[in-house]
Each structure stands twice: as C-alpha cells, then as structure tokens.
C-alpha cells in the first residue's frame, strides 16, 4: 500500500512538473492593420505628390522625409529631402509634362508603421502623348500620424532611345 501511495504522490508529481514547465505563453495582442486603408492612404500621398509636381510650384512637398533617398534612373542617388525637391524644381523649368501614380499593391508591416509600395507611373506631354511610363517601388514610414517616403525607385517600361 506504501508503495502505491508513493507511486501516485510520485505520478501526480511529474504531472504537475510536466504541465507546469510545458505552460503557453499567450502572445501579446497585435494591432489590427487595414491593408485596403493604408492602400488608400498612401493613394492619396501619391495623388497629392502629382498634384503639388504637376502645379509647377514645389514650395511645400511633404511626401518625402527629411531623411528620404530617391534612386532617379541614370544617375547617383539624391539623399535628403532638400536634394530631392531641388532635383524636381530644376526638372520643372525644362518641361510641362504631367505626372500620374496608380499604388498596385502596398506590402505593411505587422504594425502598420513600415509600408512597401508597388505601382505605375505615367508621364504625359500637354498634348496627353505618353514620354514614360513605367513601375516604381517605394518605402514608407508612419511618423507623427502620417506616411512619409523614405526610399524610392523606378524603372521605365519604354525602350531605350
């Protein structure tokens, strides 16, 4: 009897040990992130960016952060908002073409601060005649509530001239 009290006491003992050791850790709860409304939002960041360009006039272009580094085709990177709008501005005085941006699709970090952006650009003439066109990738960063591009790249889709 002594021996089977001790080999209970014993059992109940491992099973303790056992369900103890082998506990789950809840997972702390995470944010819930809207894809479809961050697509939107960062729509309106590229609608925006056209509209300011296409203006003429760059005196305010939030779009990118003060910390951006844009990656234009043939030629070395442009770091630092200042250089980036002062790039646009010496394009502005050479032409009046227009520009457009569809966000195909937008890749978000679990939390919803980090976003990837893939979409199509279009430049047009003031005759509506197409001079490039093509896809571009850009990084985005939430800071203090709204989007701002850290990174960007394009690729034209025209053949080379």
Do not use: H
Request: proline content about 2%.
């Amino acid at each position: 009897m002594r021996n089977k009290t001790l080999k209970g006491v014993l059992f109940a003992g491992l099973l303790t040990l056992l369900f103890a050791c082998n506990t789950k850790k809840e997972e702390p709860a995470t944010a819930v992130v809207d894809k479809e409304q961050i697509k939107k939002e960062i729509q309106a960041r590229e609608d925006e960016f056209a509209a300011i360009y296409n203006s003429g006039e760059l005196k305010d272009i939030g779009y990118y952060a003060e910390d951006a580094i844009t990656f234009f085709q043939n030629r070395a990177p442009l770091v630092g908002k200042q250089a980036i709008v002062d790039f646009l501005k010496s394009d502005l005085t050479s032409n009046s073409n227009k520009i457009s941006f569809q966000t195909n699709d937008v890749f978000v970090s679990s939390d919803g601060n980090q976003v990837v952006e893939v979409g199509y650009y279009k430049v047009v003439d003031s005759t509506n005649t197409t001079l490039n066109s093509g896809n571009y990738m850009s990084l985005f960063e939430k800071r203090d509530g709204k989007y701002v591009c850290l990174r960007d790249m394009s690729a034209s889709d025209m053949p080379s001239k």
